[in-house]
């Protein structure tokens, strides 16, 4: 009896933390894939220090909203900005947040 317990605690636990560290618990999908990224020019950094992170389509009352990029200093050094993207998996789209590592 010990042992199903310990696990679903380290489930709970498991699951609890991907939910806190995410931007967004809630999975988005869309079967209508999202618009062409907008062409944007970018300027000159702020600083050596930071790093242009693009601008990114969400959906939003009901349709997609195009968020512009803007400059940014990564949390660490030598961190990397992985963009935020949706991948089409089975017969839609779900959104895949933007992260650094």
Do not use: D, N
Not at 31 to 43: H, I, K, L, N, R
């Amino acid at each position: 009896m010990q042992k199903p317990l310990a696990v679903s605690l380290l489930a709970a636990l498991f699951a609890f933390a991907i939910v806190t560290t995410s931007r967004a618990a809630a999975i988005i999908v869309k079967t209508a894939p999202p618009p062409p990224v907008s062409v944007v020019v970018v300027g000159k950094a702020p600083s050596p220090h930071h790093v242009w992170t693009g601008g990114y389509h969400v959906w939003r009352g009901g349709r997609y909203v195009w968020v512009k990029g803007h400059w940014v200093v990564p949390p660490r050094r030598g961190a990397v900005w992985i963009p935020p993207q949706w991948v089409h998996r089975g017969s839609g789209y779900v959104f895949v947040a933007g992260r650094w590592r």
